[in-house]
C-alpha cells in the first residue's frame, strides 16, 4: 500500500452519507449498499421472530485413510421447494445441489461428496472433494503427510517425497451469506468442468491437487434468501465463536484439510472486491508469508476477470492495493479467509459484483436479474479456477509457506520483520505484529474454563494439563491446571483468542467490524499469562475438558453462584425440576439438602460447583421466571441457552394484542418502541409495568426506558462503530455482584442522572480492545448498566453494553441473567 492510495472506497462514501464522525446511531439505509455491518448497530430495529432449534454437531473427521478416494455417498434428496429464491435468479435452489453431486459422483471417479455438518434448521452441509482417484495406501500417505507439516514442519522441509508428492489442497466456502448465491452456482461450474474434462492437464492438475467445496456453507440462507442463518446469525462473523453450526463445520474442514489456498465467495459491491485487504491487519498474522501470496494470487483472479469480457468485469478492486486503511481490513479473526489464514491457509474474500439481494431481487425484472447472476456466475467460477491454477503454479513455495508457518510456531520465533516494498505497495502502514507470551495458564475453576479449553481444543490449539502441581512467575498452581505452551503450531490462533488485543483507535477512521474480542477477558475464565518463563512440570495433551462440576460431601444444604451461563441453566433446570430453590443475594441462590440429587445432576451436566452452605443461610423463594422479549436474534439465542424459554414480543405483536399477564420481566432490545405501541399494546405493557420487571439494553431500549417513564436516566451514545472489549468497575448488588472486570460494547451507551444505582461504571480509561473515536474516554467513570424501582411500580435494569453480542462473551452472560432474576423478583 503506498500513498497514491487515495481516500476512497468506504471511507469516502461513510463521509459522503454522513455516517463517520456523526454520533446518532446509523440507520443501515444510511450505510453504503457494499458494506454490510452483518448483526452490528443496526439489530436493534427488528425483534427476532425465530422458534428455537436445536443445535447439530459437526460431523466432519478428518480423513482416517481407511478408504482411499473417491468417498461417495448417496446424497439425501430434498423435495422440491417452489419457494426457494435461488430459481428467481436461474440459479441452482438448494433442493438442486444433492441430485447433481449424485449424478456427478455417478459420472465421475474424480468427485466425492460428503455431509459434513447440518445447518441450523438441520439442513445437509455438503462438502465435495475433487481429485484424482487414490488408493487407500496413498490416502494414508497424504494424511500422514499433512500431519507431518503440523507436527513436525522441520522434518516436513526435509522430505522430498512430501514435497513431490503432496497433493495441494484448495479449498473453496461457497454462499455463507445466504442471500449471495452464485458462489454455489459458480463453485459447481468448476466442480463439473474438473470432472469431466479429457485433457491431459486437468488429468494432471487433479493427480497433484485436492480441490475441497463447501458447496453452500448456508442452506438456510440460501433457500430463504437471507443473509443470516436460520437462527439469525452472520455465520462469517461467528468464527472466533463458533456459535453456529455452519461456523463448526467449516472449521472441522479447514482443520482437516489444512490448504493453502481459501476462497470465501460473496457479492456484491459493484466492482468485484478481491482480498488482501487494508489494514489494520491482525497481528499475530505470519502476515510475510501470507501477502507474499495473496496479493499475487489476487491479481491473478482480477486478470481472470478480466478475460471475461464484460463491461462491469473490467478491473477488480483489490483493498490492499486500492483502498485506504480501515476501508476493508483484515484485524479480526471472525470471517472465514481470516480464520482460515491461522489454520495455514492463503485466505480470500471474494466479492462477486452484480446486486440481485434485498430491494433489487423485488423490484428488477426478471431477465435483468439473471442476466446479473450469469456474469455473477462467470466471476466466482472465473476466480476459483485461477485461485486452483495460481495453487497449482506456485505449490511448492504455498507448501513450504505453510510449513515455514508452522515451524516458527514450534521454534517459538518472535514475528519478523517485514521490509517496505516486500511486495509492492507493502509499507510502513502494513506493519503489524505481536510479542508472543510463553504460556498461558488456565486455572481448572468450573465450567467457564472447562467450555474455553473445549473450544481452544475444537479450533486444533493445543492444551495440556499438568500432572503435578507447579510454580510458575510466582504463582503456585494444581495438579490438573491447563496449560497453552505458545511453542506450537498454530499460536497465532492461540494468541488471537487469548490475548486481550490492542486499542486501534487513532490507527484508522474507521473499521469494518468488531475491532476487539478476547476469549481471556470475556469467557468469564480466569487465565493468567507467563510473558517469559516456560512452565517446568509434566503434561499430557488434553483433548477434552474434565468434569468441572462439583457437589460437596455432608448433609448441608448447597449454594450456587450464579457466576456463569452455565450456573444459570443448571438454576433453570432445578426450578425446572421442581426444587424448592431459595435466592439468598442477587448472585446467591440456595438449594435445599433435600435436593441433592437433583444438584448432582445439573453438576454432572453442565458443570457448576456447589458450595456447602453456613447452617444459618436463608433465602426468599425463587420462582421461574417467564420472560417476554422483544430482541436480536443472538440474543434470543442466548437467552434460550441458559434454559429460559422467552416469549418473543414486538411493537406489531403487542399492538396485535400479544398477552402479558403471565409475564414477569419484558427484555426491550430491538424493535419494541413504546412510542408506537397502539391503546392495545400500550395498556397491556402498562399493566406490566406497574408490577413487573423490564431489562433493556442499547439505544432501543433506553428510548423505551424514557417513554415509559422508568428509570430517571438520560441515556447518552458513543458513535455507532464504537466497539471492543472496555474495563469496568463493578459498583452494584445486582449485576456488578461479582462481575468480570471487563465488558463489551458496540454502539455503547452511557446513563447520567440521578435517582438510579450505578450498577457498572467505566474505567477510568475504558477500552482495553477495540475502535471508539474520538475516545473512550468520554465514557470514563460514566455508568454503563444502571437498575433501580421503577415510577411505575415494578424494576428496571439498563444496558449500555453488549453482553450478549453475538453469543460472543460468555462471561457476561449470568449478570445480565442476574438482572432477569431481580427484576422478575
Ligand atoms: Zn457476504
Redesign the pocket.
Known amino acids: 500500500m503506498d500513498l497514491k492510495r487515495t481516500f476512497t472506497g468506504f471511507a469516502a462514501a461513510l463521509l459522503m452519507t454522513g455516517l463517520l464522525g456523526n454520533p446518532a446511531p446509523a440507520a443501515p439505509d444510511d450505510s453504503p449498499s457494499t458494506r454490510?455491518f452483518g448483526n452490528g448497530p443496526e439489530r436493534n430495529s427488528v425483534a427476532a421472530e425465530i422458534p428455537p432449534i436445536g443445535q447439530s454437531a459437526s460431523t466432519f473427521k478428518i480423513a482416517t485413510g481407511t478408504t482411499g478416494y473417491p468417498r461417495q455417498n448417496v446424497l439425501r434428496v430434498y423435495p422440491e421447494n417452489p419457494a426457494d429464491k435461488s430459481i428467481k435468479l436461474g440459479l441452482v435452489p438448494y433442493h438442486g445441489i444433492a441430485p447433481k453431486l449424485n449424478a456427478l459422483q455417478q459420472a465421475s471417479n474424480r468427485v466425492s461428496a460428503e455431509v459434513i455438518g447440518h445447518s441450523a434448521l438441520g439442513r445437509d452441509l455438503y462438502l465435495v472433494t475433487v481429485t484424482a482417484p487414490e488408493t487407500a495406501a496413498q490416502a494414508r500417505k497424504q494424511d500422514r503427510w499433512r500431519a507431518l507439516i503440523e507436527d513436525d514442519p522441520r522434518q516436513a522441509n526435509r522430505d522430498a517425497a512430501l514435497k513431490l508428492g503432496y497433493k495441494t489442497p484448495v479449498w473453496i466456502n461457497a454462499n455463507?451469506?445466504g442471500d449471495?448465491w452464485e458462489g454455489t452456482d459458480g463453485a459447481l461450474r468448476v466442480i463439473e468442468r474438473l470432472a469431466g474434462a479429457t485433457d491431459p492437464a486437468t488429468a494432471a492438475l487433479l493427480a497433484r491437487t485436492r480441490v475441497y467445496v463447501t458447496v453452500t456453507n448456508n442452506p438456510d440462507g440460501r433457500i430463504a434468501g437471507t443473509?443470516v442463518n436460520g437462527a439469525g446469525f452472520d455465520i462469517?462473523r461467528d468464527h472466533a465463536t463458533g456459535s453456529q453450526p455452519e461456523s463448526r463445520a467449516v472449521r472441522d474442514v479447514v482443520i482437516g484439510t489444512q490448504p493453502f489456498v481459501m476462497l470465501?465467495e460473496?457479492?456484491y459491491t459493484g466492482t468485484t472486491l478481491i482480498e488482501p485487504a487494508t489494514p489494520p491487519h491482525g497481528q499475530n498474522y505470519e502476515y510475510d508469508l501470507y501477502i507474499k501470496h495473496a496479493l499475487p494470487n489476487a491479481l491473478g483472479m482480477e486478470a481472470a476477470i478480466q478475460r471475461l469480457g464484460h463491461p462491469e468485469t473490467a478491473r477488480a478492486d483489490i483493498p490492499f492495493r486500492d483502498y485506504a486503511p480501515g476501508d476493508w481490513d483484515d484485524w479480526p479473526p471472525i470471517f472465514t479467509p481470516m480464520y482460515g489464514i491461522y489454520q495455514g491457509a492463503v485466505g480470500h474474500?471474494v466479492?462477486i459484483p452484480l446486486q440481485v439481494n434485498r430491494g433489487v431481487y423485488d423490484s428488477l425484472p426478471v431477465e435483468e436479474l439473471r442476466r446479473r447472476s450469469a456474469v455473477n456466475t462467470d466471476v466466482a467460477s472465473a476466480t476459483i479456477t485461477a485461485a486452483i491454477s495460481y495453487a497449482d503454479v506456485h505449490r511448492r513455495s504455498l507448501l513450504e509457506g505453510q510449513i515455514e508457518q508452522f515451524r516458527r510456531g514450534w521454534a517459538g520465533e518472535p514475528s519478523p520483520e517485514i521490509p517496505d516494498g516486500f511486495v509492492e505497495g507493502f509499507g510502513p502502514e502494513d506493519r503489524y505484529s505481536t510479542t508472543f507470551p510463553r504460556a498461558y495458564v488456565i486455572p481448572d475453576s468450573g465450567p467457564a474454563a472447562a467450555r474455553l479449553v473445549d473450544h481452544l481444543i475444537a479450533n486444533d490449539v493445543r492444551v495440556t494439563r499438568a500432572t503435578h502441581a507447579f510454580t510458575l512467575t510466582g504463582r503456585s498452581y494444581p495438579r490438573g491446571t491447563y496449560l497453552v505452551d505458545m511453542r506450537q503450531p498454530k499460536r497465532g490462533l492461540a494468541n488471537v483468542l487469548l490475548e486481550a488485543g490492542r486499542d486501534i483507535s487513532q490507527l484508522v477512521p474507521q473499521m469494518y467490524d468488531i475491532s476487539g474480542w478476547s476469549h481471556r477477558l470475556l469467557w468469564g475464565a480466569p487465565v493468567d499469562i507467563s510473558r517469559a518463563a516456560a512452565p517446568r512440570v509434566s503434561t499430557r495433551p488434553v483433548v477434552a475438558a474434565g468434569p468441572a462440576g462439583h457437589v460437596p460431601s455432608g448433609g448441608r444444604d448447597l449454594l450456587l453462584t450464579l457466576r456463569d451461563g452455565s450456573d444459570v441453566r443448571a438454576l433453570n433446570t432445578l426450578l425446572d425440576l421442581g426444587v424448592a430453590v431459595r435466592q439468598t443475594t442477587a448472585a446467591t441462590v440456595l438449594v435445599p439438602a433435600a435436593a441433592r440429587d437433583a444438584a448432582s445432576l445439573v453438576a454432572d451436566r453442565f458443570g457448576v460447583r456447589f458450595t456447602a452452605a453456613p447452617r444459618s443461610a436463608t433465602g426468599t423463594p425463587l420462582t421461574r421466571p417467564t420472560i417476554a422479549a422483544a430482541v436480536s436474534a443472538d440474543e434470543l439465542f442466548v437467552l434460550r441457552d441458559m434454559g429460559f424459554q422467552p416469549r418473543v414480543v414486538s411493537t406489531a405483536r403487542l399492538n396485535a394484542g400479544a398477552d402479558l399477564s403471565d409475564v414477569d420481566t419484558l427484555v426491550v432490545s430491538s424493535g419494541l418502541s413504546y412510542a408506537g405501541l397502539n391503546a392495545t399494546g400500550r395498556a397491556e405493557v402498562d399493566e406490566l409495568l406497574a408490577r413487573g420487571g423490564v431489562v433493556t439494553r442499547g439505544s432501543t431500549g433506553a428510548a423505551f426506558n424514557a417513554a415509559a417513564g422508568l428509570l430517571p436516566a438520560t441515556a447518552v451514545a458513543a458513535r455507532s462503530d464504537a466497539n471492543g472489549v472496555v474495563a469496568v468497575d463493578n459498583t452494584g448488588p445486582v449485576v456488578g455482584a461479582g462481575s468480570p472486570p471487563h465488558s463489551f460494547v458496540y454502539s455503547p451507551l452511557w446513563f447520567t442522572g440521578t435517582g438510579f444505582t450505578v450498577e457498572q461504571r467505566y474505567a477510568s480509561t475504558p477500552l482495553v480492545a477495540g475502535h471508539w473515536l474520538p475516545s473512550s474516554t468520554e465514557a470514563a467513570g460514566r455508568a454503563a448498566v444502571i437498575s433501580g424501582p421503577t415510577a411505575r411500580g415494578g424494576r428496571a435494569v439498563l444496558f449500555g453494553t453488549e453482553p450478549l453480542f453475538r453469543a460472543h462473551p460468555k462471561g457476561l452472560y449470568a449478570p445480565f441473567a442476574r438482572a432477569l432474576y431481580w427484576t422478575a423478583g
Open positions: 454490510d455463507i451469506h449471495e443473509r462469517n470465501d460473496h457479492g474474500t466479492e
